[in-house]
C-alpha cells in the first residue's frame, strides 16, 4: 500500500514547489491565528492556484465558525478541511467538502471515539502540550483498528517516518516541524528525505 505523504504548515510558494518537488501528495495550510505556520487565506489562494493538478490540498482550522471556515475554503478553493481543535462529530458533519479530524494522543484518549466521526480521514497526534518527542506508536496503532484512513503525525523526521510507518501502518503521514528549517521554512533536503524514506519502506514492506 502506498503511504501517502502530507508536508504541513506551508507559508511560501517556493516551500510549496520544493514539496511537490520532493513527492509530496498533499499540502497542509494552516489557518488558525498566532501560530507558528499561519497563513493568510489570501496568500494561500495565490499558491494553491499555481500549483499543479492532482496535488490536494488542506486547509487547518482550529474551533472556528463554521461559517469563516466556508468562506475561506470556498475562496481558496483547498480540497479538504482539516478540524484540529475540540469540534463534535455533528460540527464535522456539517461540510460539504471532506474533512480530517484530528485526535490527540494522550493519556485519556479513547480509539472507539473514532467511530462517531463519519469523516475522510482521522488524523492521530501528540498532545498539544508535548513540544518534544514523538507521538505514542501504540495508541496510534489502536487508532488504527477503528478506521482504514489513519493519518499518523506528531514529531515524524526523516531519522524516524520508516520505522513509524512500519510499527503503525497509517495510510498517511503529516510532517511540518520534522522537515523545517525554522518554524514557517522549509528544508528542501529534509523534505526529499522523508519522502524518500517512507517510499523506501513501502518498497521493503512489498517484498
Known amino acids: 500500500m502506498t503511504t501517502r505523504v502530507k508536508i504541513c504548515g506551508i507559508t511560501n510558494q517556493k516551500d510549496a514547489y520544493g514539496a ?3 513527492g509530496a501528495d498533499a ?3 494552516i489557518f488558525v491565528p498566532e501560530t507558528p505556520r499561519y497563513i493568510q487565506p489570501s496568500d494561500a489562494a495565490k499558491i494553491i492556484e499555481s500549483i499543479p493538478p492532482f496535488i490536494s490540498t488542506v486547509g487547518v ?3 472556528e465558525e463554521k461559517l469563516l471556515i466556508d468562506r475561506i475554503v470556498s475562496e481558496i478553493g483547498v480540497t479538504y478541511i482539516q478540524l484540529h481543535g475540540s469540534e463534535t462529530p455533528e460540527y464535522c458533519a456539517d461540510f460539504t467538502r471532506p474533512v480530517i479530524k484530528v485526535f490527540d494522543l494522550n493519556d485519556s484518549f479513547d480509539p472507539r471515539i473514532i467511530d ?3 469523516v475522510s480521514a482521522h488524523l492521530v497526534d501528540k498532545p498539544k502540550s508535548n513540544n518534544e518527542g514523538i507521538s505514542n506508536w501504540n495508541l496510534a496503532l489502536n487508532a488504527r483498528r477503528y ?3 489513519l493519518i499518523l503525525a506528531g514529531g515524524l523526521t526523516p531519522e524516524n517516518v520508516s520505522e513509524a510507518i512500519q510499527y503503525v501502518n497509517p495510510y498517511a503521514v503529516d510532517v511540518a516541524s520534522g522537515v523545517e528549517l525554522e518554524k514557517g521554512r522549509k528544508d528542501l533536503c529534509k523534505m526529499k528525505k ?3 524514506e517512507a517510499r523506501k519502506t513501502e518498497l521493503h514492506t512489498e517484498e
Do not use: C, K, V
Open 147 to 149: 478506521t482504514d484512513r
Open 20 to 22: 511537490i518537488e520532493a
Open 194 to 196: 522523508f519522502i524518500q
Open 27 to 29: 499540502l497542509g495550510f
Open 116 to 118: 462517531s466521526y463519519r
Open 61 to 63: 482550522f482550529r474551533n
